[in-house]
C-alpha cells in the first residue's frame, strides 16, 4: 500500500527536515520510503513544501504527489486557512495542522469536505518545553502516534541518528508531549 504525505510550511522552519525523518523512520521500520522537497530561490519564510511517499514495495513513481492521503501544515499561519494546502487530498484524508483546535469553522469546514482533522499546538508545546519555536518534530510526532505508521520509538533512534546532546534531549521532549496532547477533531 502506497501513502503519500504532502507537508507544508515555511523556509526555516523544518518541512524538508521533518519529510526527511519521516523517510528515515520508515526505511528503519523495513518499509521503502521517498523523500523530496519542493522549493525554488526562496528564503527563510517563504513557502515551501515537501513530500514523504512510503511503501511496502519499491516505489516506482518518481514525480510529485497531487493526490496525497495526508497534508501537514507545520506553520501555525498557514494553519489557520487549511483550504489553501489541502488541494488534491484525498477523500477521508487526513489534516495535521499545528493549531491550537478552538475554530469550529475549521472543524465544519473539514467534516463537510469529508477529511479528518488532527491539531496539535506545536508552537505552544515547543515554546513552554524548550522556549524555542520548533514545529517539524512535534507534528511528526503526532502524525505518528495518530496513524501508527512507525513507533515513537523507531522515531526516537532516528532523532538520536540526526542530533546529539542537548538538541536530542530537546527533541525527546517534544516528541513525548506531541504525542500526549494531539486531538482528533473530526475522525
Partial sequence: MLIEVRWHGRGGQGVVTGSNLLARAMILEGKYAQHFPEFGPERAGAPVKSYTRISDQPIEIHCGIYEPDMVIVIDPVMS???QEYVYGLKKGGDIFLNHSGGDEEIVEWARSAGFKLHVLDARKISLEEINREIYNVPMLAAMLKVKKLCSLQTFEKVLAQ??????LEM????VKRASEEVETLVG
Fill in 162 to 167: 540526526r542530533f546529539s546532546g542537548k538538541v
Fill in 80 to 82: 489557520k486557512n487549511p
Fill in 171 to 174: 527533541n525527546l521532549k517534544l
